[in-house]
């Protein structure tokens, strides 16, 4: 679950599956580079797609915090955290071996960075650098094309425009702290993103397919923003009133 606060009386919260819809809209413009061959930009499309299929039992129902209020995606008990990436994970292998890939090196750059619990998080990012290993190796076995994908170049160049997209997508919707400088495909590009006002935004160089790109991302509106338990927010959670959230990605 996404939380957004937008004054002080109440939230906006945003479905993380809704969210990748938003990261894999975005994406499906982006102009391929020469590099990616176009079944792999196809795979990758579909990754950022579903990266969060994990959350999607907890949107239906999510959680609280100690405070009454929704368990925002960047702070939550470190157990029900690493139950939901192991979840993503685990749907995303059963539809491609990379998706799990990159979503668990992806996780791992995460906890590396932010994690919150400090050495309690130890254990988890070394579950992860084992499973990443363990398909990399099998993956390096193969007698196919896809031991190119393995390689660390280019392994990071796809993290690193999985990475771009999904953040990007968080960022327009103000559920990360403004980042106007991005890099993208390990360091080849970098874009400038500016914040117009009203929903509007603009990156430069210019990167898509299209001439502008408008997105329209579904939240919830809550009139509180802390509840006294669990299934009084839930109560609240069912009655909420839908808010679109549109966003204008134009040329700098």
Same mark, same amino acid.
């Given at each position: 679950?996404?939380?957004?606060?937008?004054?002080?009386?109440?939230?906006?919260?945003?479905?993380?599956?809704?969210?990748?819809?938003?990261?894999?809209?975005?994406?499906?413009?982006?102009?391929?580079?020469?590099?990616?061959?176009?079944?792999?930009?196809?795979?990758?499309?579909?990754?950022?797609?579903?990266?969060?299929?994990?959350?999607?039992?907890?949107?239906?129902?999510?959680?609280?915090?100690?405070?009454?209020?929704?368990?925002?995606?960047?702070?939550?008990?470190?157990?029900?955290?690493?139950?939901?990436?192991?979840?993503?994970?685990? $749907?995303? =292998?059963?539809?491609? !071996?990379? /998706?799990?890939? &990159?979503?668990?090196?992806? +996780?791992?750059?995460?906890?590396?960075?932010?994690?919150?619990?400090?050495?309690?998080?130890?254990?988890?990012?070394?579950?992860?650098?084992?499973?990443?290993?363990?398909?990399?190796v099998q993956t390096q076995k193969?007698?196919?094309?896809?031991?190119?994908?393995?390689?660390?170049?280019?392994?990071?160049?796809? $993290?690193? =425009?999985?990475?771009? !997209?999904? /953040?990007?997508? &968080?960022?327009?919707?103000? +559920?990360?702290?403004?980042?106007?400088d991005w890099q993208y495909e390990?360091?080849?590009?970098?874009?400038?993103v500016q914040d117009q006002g009203?929903?509007?935004?603009?990156?430069?160089?210019?990167?898509?397919?299209?001439?502008?790109?408008?997105?329209?991302?579904?939240?919830?509106?809550?009139?509180?923003?802390?509840?006294?338990?669990?299934?009084?927010?839930?109560?609240?959670?069912?009655?909420?009133?839908?808010?679109?959230?549109?966003?204008?990605?134009?040329?700098?």
């Amino acid at each position: 679950m996404i939380v957004v606060k937008p004054s002080q009386s109440g939230l906006i919260l945003y479905r993380q599956i809704d969210h990748a819809h938003m990261a894999w809209e975005i994406a499906k413009h982006w102009q391929r580079p020469d590099h990616i061959e176009a079944q792999t930009w196809d795979r990758l499309l579909d990754i950022i797609a579903h990266h969060d299929d994990g959350w999607l039992s907890h949107d239906h129902a999510p959680t609280l915090d100690q405070h009454g209020s929704p368990n925002n995606f960047k702070l939550m008990p470190l157990q029900l955290h690493c139950d939901i990436w192991r979840r993503s994970i685990a $749907l995303a =292998m059963n539809r491609d !071996w990379l /998706g799990g890939l &990159l979503i668990a090196m992806y +996780a791992t750059n995460l906890y590396k960075a932010y994690g919150q619990h400090g050495e309690a998080d130890q254990p988890f990012i070394n579950e992860l650098a084992q499973l990443t290993s363990r398909i990399i190796v099998q993956t390096q076995k193969r007698d196919s094309a896809d031991r190119s994908l393995v390689e660390p170049a280019k392994l990071a160049a796809l $993290l690193s =425009m999985f990475t771009f !997209w999904d /953040g990007l997508s &968080l960022t327009l919707i103000k +559920a990360l702290p403004w980042q106007a400088d991005w890099q993208y495909e390990d360091g080849r590009s970098m874009f400038h993103v500016q914040d117009q006002g009203d929903g509007f935004f603009s990156i430069s160089p210019w990167p898509m397919s299209v001439p502008e790109l408008s997105i329209t991302l579904e939240g919830l509106q809550m009139p509180q923003s802390s509840w006294d338990d669990r299934p009084s927010f839930l109560s609240s959670y069912e009655l909420a009133q839908p808010i679109m959230t549109h966003v204008q990605i134009q040329a700098g």
